[in-house]
C-alpha cells in the first residue's frame, strides 16, 4: 500500500509539472512581442506609421502619425487619392497636401472632387477648424445622364473623433469617380480623407491546390510587398502551385465581410525572361458565400501586369471566401500578395478590427465599424469617441450606477469600472467609495 501511496506521488508531482509547464509555455507565447511591423493579440494587423516608426504592439497607434496614403484607427485605412478644384478649374492644393494645418482661406462653400480611380465609398473623415453642427458639409454625386444624390450628408451621420475632426458614412454602394463638397462646412474645411477599405485578407486562411516546394498558400497574405527578383527569395514570399489542371488558390475570411477593390500582385523573375508573369493572364477570381458566387471577374488583358487592380461594379456584402484560379489547361497559378479592401460585416452592435467590441448608441442604433462613433449620439450615460466611456459621476455595466455623493472634487468623479472616487472624499468621509 506505502508502495502505491509512493507512485500516486510521483505521478501527482508529474501531472503537476507538466501542467505548470505547459501554462508557463503558454503565458511565455501570450506575451512574446510582435515582430516590428505588426500588433495586434495575434500580431495579424501591419503597421503603417510615418517615417516606418514601429506601432503599438497591442492598438497599432502610431505616435509619428499614419505613413501616406492610409488613415483612421491605427491607419489601418486605405486613403484613396484624389483631385480638388474650385468651380472654375483651378486646383485646391491645400485640400490634398495630408497637412491638417492648411485649410481653406477663400472662405468658399462648394468644391468638386475627382478620384483618380472609380471607388466604393464607405465613409470619409473631414478635418476642420471649426466643427460647430451647424457647419454642414455635405457630398453630392452628379453623373451625367443620372439623377443627383447625396453621398454623405454630416447633418445626420456624422460622429466626432476629437474637437477638430469627425467621420460621415456614406450611402455609396457603387464606385465613386466624382462629386461636389457643399454646405458651411466647406469654408473651414483643411483635410478629407477618403476611406477604400483596410485589407481584410491578411493572416486569414488560405489553400492551393498544390504546393510546389515550399512556396506556400499563405505567403499571399503574408503583407510583403518588397518582392526581391532571385527565385529562392521569392519562395519565401510567392505562392507556386504544381503544374495542375484547374490550378487555384483560396482564401477564407475568419468572419463575413464587405468587399470594395481586390489588389493582385503578380510574380516576376529578370532572370529568366516571360518565365512568371505569364502564368496569371487569363485569371478567374470569384468572390463567395459558402457555394453561391456573388462576383466573378475574368482578366482579359492582353499583357500581364505588376499588379492587377480589380474593382466590382459595386459592393460585394457579406463574403466568406476568395478563389483565384486558372483555365482547363495544365498550368503553374502564382501570387506574391493579394490584397483584399473592405470591411468586416460586424453584427448589430458590434465594432473594432475584429468586431469585438460593443457599441452604445443612443436606441441601439449602429456605429461605424472602424471607431464605435455614434452618428445617432451616445446611449444615455455614455460619452467620447465610441461612447465607450461612462458621463461624469456614472459608473459600472451600462454606465447604470451614480458616483458617491461623497467623493471628493467637482462632478463626485470615480472609477468607470468599481466606482473608487477618484479625487479622494470629502471632509468627514473615507474608505474607497466615501460611504464611511
Known amino acids: 500500500m506505502k508502495s502505491l501511496n509512493a507512485l500516486e506521488s510521483v505521478f501527482l508531482l508529474a501531472s503537476a509539472f507538466l501542467i505548470l509547464t505547459v501554462e508557463s509555455s503558454s503565458l511565455s507565447s501570450a506575451r512574446t512581442p510582435c515582430e516590428d511591423g505588426w500588433f495586434g493579440s495575434k500580431c495579424q494587423y501591419q503597421c503603417h506609421c510615418a517615417g516606418s516608426a514601429p506601432c503599438d504592439k497591442q492598438d497599432g497607434s502610431c505616435s509619428s502619425g499614419c505613413q501616406r496614403g492610409w488613415f483612421g484607427p491605427a491607419c489601418q485605412y486605405a486613403s484613396m487619392p484624389f483631385m480638388a478644384y474650385y468651380n472654375q478649374g483651378s486646383e485646391v492644393r491645400w485640400l490634398t497636401d495630408k497637412n491638417d494645418a492648411t485649410c481653406n482661406k477663400w472662405r468658399r462653400y462648394n468644391l468638386k472632387v475627382t478620384l483618380m480611380t472609380p471607388t466604393v465609398i464607405s465613409w470619409v473623415r473631414i478635418v476642420a477648424k471649426d466643427t460647430a453642427k451647424d457647419n454642414r458639409i455635405y457630398l453630392y454625386n452628379k453623373e451625367r445622364g443620372v439623377e443627383g444624390k447625396i453621398l454623405c450628408d454630416s447633418k445626420d451621420s456624422a460622429a466626432m473623433v476629437d474637437k477638430r475632426t469627425y467621420d460621415i458614412v456614406c450611402n455609396s ?27 481584410v485578407a491578411l493572416k486569414q486562411k488560405t489553400t492551393q491546390s ?124 502564382t501570387l506574391c500578395e493579394v490584397k483584399v479592401f473592405g470591411e468586416l460585416s460586424c453584427g448589430a452592435g458590434r465594432y473594432g478590427l475584429g468586431c469585438e467590441r460593443q457599441c452604445n448608441c443612443v436606441n441601439q442604433t449602429s456605429c461605424f465599424v472602424h471607431s464605435g462613433g455614434c452618428p445617432s449620439g451616445c446611449a444615455a450615460g455614455y460619452i467620447g469617441e465610441d461612447c465607450s466611456e461612462c458621463s461624469p459621476g456614472r459608473y459600472g455595466r451600462g454606465c447604470g450606477r451614480s458616483c458617491s455623493e461623497t467623493c471628493g472634487g467637482n462632478n463626485n468623479l470615480c472609477e468607470q469600472s468599481g466606482g473608487a472616487c477618484k479625487q479622494g472624499c470629502d471632509p468627514g468621509y473615507a474608505g474607497t467609495h466615501c460611504r464611511s
Open 210 to 333: 498544390s504546393t510546389y516546394n515550399s512556396w506556400n498558400s499563405s505567403n499571399a497574405v503574408d503583407g510583403k510587398l518588397d518582392i526581391p527578383d532571385n527565385e529562392t527569395s521569392q519562395a519565401a514570399t510567392c505562392t507556386h502551385t504544381e503544374m495542375d489542371y484547374h490550378a487555384s488558390w483560396r482564401l477564407t475570411f475568419s468572419q463575413s465581410v464587405d468587399i470594395f477593390m481586390f489588389h493582385i500582385y503578380n510574380r516576376r523573375d529578370p532572370s529568366r525572361k516571360d518565365c512568371c508573369e505569364q502564368r496569371l493572364k487569363g485569371f478567374h477570381l470569384t468572390a463567395r458565400r459558402t457555394q453561391r458566387v456573388l462576383y466573378e471577374h475574368i482578366d482579359g488583358e492582353t499583357e500581364p501586369a505588376d499588379m492587377y487592380d480589380v474593382r466590382p461594379p459595386s459592393r460585394i456584402k457579406d463574403v466568406l471566401a476568395v478563389k483565384i484560379k486558372k483555365g482547363y489547361m495544365r498550368s503553374h497559378l
Open 173 to 199: 454602394h457603387d464606385p465613386v469617380k466624382e462629386f461636389s463638397l457643399f454646405g458651411t462646412g466647406v469654408r473651414s474645411l483643411c483635410s478629407l480623407y477618403i476611406s477604400g477599405g483596410r485589407n
